[in-house]
């Protein structure tokens, strides 16, 4: 194709056996990259997780890790959304208030990320 462009892109894959296997698929473009990591930041900042996170670890509200796995996977749920469509879609980057998650407007949805997720049934 002449004058096409191509985009590369990063995949990261996760994963779990839940009956039958689901994988998780996230595709980041190499140009955009550095703006995910920007809002992983973000998440581990606001509640003070650093550490490696597995879901099945994450079992009580009141600990930082849950804090941590529920911003990444608000901004996972927004990468699912292809057209905002003009819509203010909230995104909780970790922030709570009184026990309760803090929700900002997310419309960055110039990034391209992308996250695909599928579920494998037992044969």
């Known amino acids: ?10 995949l990261f894959h996760d994963e779990s056996k839940i009956t039958g296997f ?3 698929i996230y595709l ?3 140009d955009t990259k550095s703006k995910l990591i920007k809002y992983v930041n973000q998440i581990r900042n606001n509640t003070n997780y650093y550490n490696k996170i597995g879901l ?6 009141r600990y930082k890790i849950y804090g941590c796995a529920e911003g990444l996977i608000d901004l996972g ?3 699912l959304v292809q057209d905002f469509k ?3 879609i909230q ?7 009184r026990s309760k998650p803090v929700y900002e407007n997310f419309n960055d949805k ?3 990320f992308s996250f695909k997720f599928n579920k494998e049934s037992d044969l």
């Open 1 to 10: 194709m002449r004058g096409a462009t191509i985009r590369k892109y990063q």
């Open 22 to 24: 689901w994988h998780g």
């Open 28 to 30: 980041v473009p190499d």
């Open 56 to 61: 099945k670890k994450v079992r009580r509200r």
């Open 77 to 79: 749920v927004v990468s």
């Open 86 to 88: 003009g819509s203010n």
């Open 91 to 97: 995104v909780n980057f970790g922030l709570r208030k």
């Open 110 to 112: 110039s990034d391209n």
